[in-house]
């Protein structure tokens, strides 16, 4: 791209880049401006510097300094590798270990991820961290766990506090009151259906019918109002 097409106007980037005005370049912002070190390497190779997949970098760190000898292309991957503090030595990268400030060869010395990235740690100190966490999260479960009396294992870490219903001594009685009471019903309705039973046998033999539930049986109502009775005596305890 000619470089008469691009005005001398320049302004800084929040980043501290310079900027300078060319509406016309193909990678310019919604104002028309496009970093000034590119505009300088792409004038020096002669075409045009795709940032999508290659980089200008700043060989001395700083980023107004866009003089020709300070200015190097490279690839997104090294380019972030270089801002991360890696150091390409011997034929491979090396880079420091920010728990043991170890410069260490990358390959060898860190594992690396599926998605073909490397962890920041050195592996032995990744180990020494990833068990002082498992550590740690088993201790604060184990504490969680005592706190709320949660059994571990068949065994109880900690014993249940005790239920309490209510907690004034009159609502105490008035709830070992319905409770009694709803035992009394269950028992009434256990009598009255064992005695319908009986009677709808009895009639099953001399008659060789069935009725669905006790229709025929003389104590059917009772029986019925029993149900019901102790239906209400169950919605009343539990409120």
């Given at each position: 791209?000619?470089?008469?097409?691009?005005?001398?106007?320049?302004?800084?980037?929040?980043?501290?880049?310079?900027?300078?005005?060319?509406?016309?370049?193909?990678?310019a912002n919604?104002?028309?401006?496009?970093?000034?070190?590119?505009?300088?390497?792409?004038?020096?190779?002669?075409?045009?510097?795709?940032?999508?997949?290659?980089?200008?970098?700043?060989?001395?760190?700083?980023?107004?300094?866009?003089?020709?000898?300070?200015?190097?292309?490279?690839?997104?991957?090294?380019?972030?590798?270089?801002?991360?503090?890696?150091?390409?030595?011997?034929?491979?990268?090396?880079?420091?270990?920010?728990?043991?400030?170890?410069?260490?060869?990358?390959?060898?010395?860190f594992y690396?991820?599926?998605?073909?990235?490397?962890?920041?740690?050195?592996?032995?100190?990744?180990?020494?961290?990833?068990?002082?966490?498992?550590?740690?999260?088993?201790?604060?479960?184990?504490?969680?766990?005592?706190?709320?009396?949660?059994?571990?294992?068949?065994?109880?870490?900690?014993?249940?506090?005790?239920?309490?219903?209510?907690?004034?001594?009159?609502?105490?009685?008035?709830?070992?009151?319905d409770v009694?009471?709803?035992?009394?019903?269950?028992?009434?309705?256990?009598?009255?259906?064992?005695?319908?039973?009986?009677?709808?046998?009895?009639?099953?033999?001399?008659?060789?019918?069935?009725?669905?539930?006790?229709?025929?049986?003389?104590?059917?109502?009772?029986?019925?109002?029993?149900?019901?009775?102790?239906?209400?005596?169950?919605?009343?305890?539990?409120?």
């Amino acid at each position: 791209m000619p470089q008469a097409k691009c005005e001398v106007r320049t302004q800084r980037h929040s980043c501290g880049y310079l900027l300078q005005h060319c509406p016309e370049h193909p990678y310019a912002n919604h104002q028309g401006f496009v970093p000034q070190h590119r505009l300088i390497m792409e004038a020096q190779i002669g075409r045009i510097v795709n940032p999508c997949i290659e980089h200008v970098h700043h060989i001395d760190g700083i980023k107004d300094n866009n003089s020709p000898n300070n200015l190097v292309l490279l690839d997104i991957q090294t380019h972030r590798r270089l801002h991360r503090g890696w150091v390409f030595r011997s034929g491979e990268w090396w880079k420091v270990c920010p728990e043991c400030n170890r410069l260490l060869p990358v390959e060898s010395s860190f594992y690396k991820r599926s998605s073909g990235t490397f962890v920041n740690l050195w592996k032995p100190c990744s180990v020494q961290i990833s068990n002082s966490i498992a550590h740690a999260e088993v201790m604060t479960r184990t504490t969680e766990c005592k706190r709320q009396g949660i059994r571990r294992l068949g065994h109880p870490i900690y014993p249940q506090p005790e239920v309490r219903l209510r907690r004034n001594s009159e609502g105490d009685q008035m709830r070992v009151k319905d409770v009694q009471e709803a035992i009394g019903e269950a028992q009434r309705f256990i009598t009255k259906a064992n005695h319908c039973l009986d009677r709808e046998y009895e009639e099953y033999k001399s008659h060789a019918r069935l009725s669905v539930f006790c229709k025929s049986c003389t104590e059917s109502a009772a029986c019925k109002r029993a149900s019901m009775d102790l239906t209400r005596a169950l919605s009343k305890m539990r409120k």
